[in-house]
């Protein structure tokens, strides 16, 4: 069953669908908000986080090891900007804004959350 939902931000509004039984989300569309254009890099970030949400809301997290196994790479990287524990901190290479979601304890256990520099996921 697919389902359609609707994402509002200050840039605009995101549409994309979940497939529960396919375990997948797309995007369908983005509508900016009035005066807004938004560049490229930020469609394709937005794109990329709605996956990783979507693949934590539909297929749950990952297990413990491989959660562990993300946050060793993280741990290691120079991109990291880390935090005291047990948070690990956030990543300065993913553009991501500093915000709870995209911590990288939290953003670790979302199965289509990936590295940029290609470390995990």
């Known amino acids: 069953m697919t389902r359609r939902v609707s ?3 200050a840039d605009g509004t995101w549409t994309l669908d979940l497939d529960a039984q396919a375990r997948s989300a797309a ?3 983005f509508a900016p908000g009035a005066g807004a254009a938004p560049d490229p890099g930020l ?3 937005a794109a990329s986080w709605l996956r990783a949400e979507a693949s934590l809301a539909l297929e749950g997290p990952l297990a413990a090891e491989a959660v562990d196994a993300r946050l060793s790479q ?3 990287c120079p991109h990291l900007e880390p935090l005291p ?3 690990v901190g956030w990543c300065q290479a993913c553009g991501c804004p500093r915000s709870g979601r995209a911590e990288l304890t939290v953003k ?4 289509a959350a990936s590295c940029p520099r ?4």
């Open 43 to 45: 469609i394709e970030r």
């Open 7 to 9: 994402i509002a931000t």
């Open 118 to 121: 290609g470390r995990w996921g």
């Open 108 to 111: 670790a256990t979302m199965p």
């Open 74 to 76: 993280c741990r290691s």
């Open 85 to 87: 524990a047990p948070q």
């Open 27 to 29: 995007v369908v569309s």
